[in-house]
């Protein structure tokens, strides 16, 4: 098992150019999984993880209800927004920018081929992250992603996340609120979940700005204890 990951951080970049280069990563993997199996071949699979931070962008997942999306096209393009129906599972998300967003594209035999596990070790990485920070973060039952105060009146969502797996390997990951702009978030209903309230990192802390590099480095971290895996540093080809 191939258990080392190439990281690369995109830095600010268009939604649909970082989905094209992820399907293309994606696809490698695939075509060369089916390759090993055809031909009776065992060539090793690569892994990758991107970080990324994206221009404001909303995107629908495979089964999420259009009517979550609560403005027009004329309002998101004031907004200086964009929309994409993608093949994720999930409903409406929101991608900007002060946000860390990052997309595990991994052969899943590599480690192990369980979707429910995977979720919730994304989940416990983003927990263990806000640990660090000195806050209590938890998931809330039925609802992927990450929440705080969970169960009471104040319950709210800092980490959204939505995945898609083909033949054990994974694509789009999750977005971590750390500098958001949490008005952006008025303009849908988040993951189609009426009645519940989003925050970001610097809110929570009360601070103006967190250093989202610092971020990046303790989802590494635990991503990496979590998986048992290496990440390599890879200069990034998109």
């Known amino acids: 098992m191939n258990k080392k990951v190439a990281l690369q951080d995109l830095g600010y970049k268009d939604y649909k150019e970082t989905w094209d280069y992820q399907e293309a990563l994606f696809k490698d993997i695939v075509d060369l999984k089916i390759k090993n199996r055809r031909e009776g071949l065992q060539i090793t699979t690569p892994n990758h993880f991107l970080f990324v931070e994206h221009p404001h962008v909303y995107t629908l997942g495979k089964s999420g209800d259009i009517t979550n999306l609560l403005v027009d096209e004329k309002v998101l393009q004031e907004k200086g927004a964009t929309f994409y129906k993608i093949n994720r599972g999930g409903d409406i998300t929101y991608h900007g920018p002060g946000q860390v967003v990052g997309y595990p594209i991994l052969d899943l035999d590599n480690f192990f081929t369980d979707i429910h596990k995977y979720l919730r070790f994304l989940e416990e990485m983003v927990i263990l992250t806000l640990a660090d920070y000195g806050l209590k973060a938890e998931r809330s039952q039925g609802e992927t992603g990450v929440w705080l105060d969970v169960g009471t ?16 390997v994974t694509m789009h990951g999750f977005a971590l609120n750390v500098n958001a702009d949490l008005g952006y978030f008025d303009l849908m209903i988040p993951c189609g979940i009426r009645g519940k309230a989003v925050t970001s990192l610097n809110v929570e802390l009360g601070q103006k700005e967190v250093a989202m590099d610092e971020v990046k480095r303790r989802l590494q971290h635990h991503f990496q204890q ?13």
């Open 153 to 168: 009146p104040f319950a709210r969502k800092i980490c959204a996340m939505g995945v898609r797996a083909s033949r054990w």
């Open 226 to 238: 979590l998986f048992e895996a290496e990440l390599t540093y890879q200069k990034s080809e998109a």
